[in-house]
């Protein structure tokens, strides 16, 4: 027995189907609002400068709170983490190549290709620090005293980076 449905019928379910779509969708989005202050706090920063060497070392300035990780990601996943027992605040420097002590976690050779992403954490509270996006470009632009931050090349100088927290 063949079922037969109005024209009428059929323009109202699609219209209920499009209306719940769309509240639906409205509600994800004030969800996605209202949660959004609830991501991790953020204190300090992550930055990548040039040693005595010329070679990349990651500076990480925590304010109050210690960000005690740091990762680093290509387009292919983690290439390096490093973890510290730090507990007071301030600048501390990690050679990726040769972690001293300070900074547990295998060296790794920085990549020649790809950019990489570098962020900072804390392992005992929700505490980030603003990460750097790393284009092997900005790495041959960097100079001496200077901090590359952010995600588009963008450097300040070394003691600017330092007083962050300040």
Known sequence: MPIRVSARTLA?????????????????????????????AVSGR?????????????????CDRVLDEVIVTDATGEIGRWATDLTTSGLTTL???????????????W?????????????TTELDGSGVVVAPRWLTQLSAGHVLVGDSGETVPRDQFESTCD
Do not use: K
């Open 12 to 40: 109202l379910r699609i219209v209920a189907r499009v209306r719940l779509s769309l509240a639906l969708a409205v509600l994800a989005g004030l969800a996605a609002f209202l949660t959004a202050g609830c991501a991790s």
């Open 46 to 62: 992550v930055g990548v400068a040039l040693d005595d060497r010329g070679q990349p070392v990651l500076v990480v300035i925590s």
């Open 95 to 109: 050679d990726p190549a040769a972690p001293t002590p300070l900074w547990r976690g295998a060296g790794i050779s």
């Open 111 to 123: 990549p020649q290709r790809g950019e990489v992403s570098v962020d900072a954490a804390s392992t």
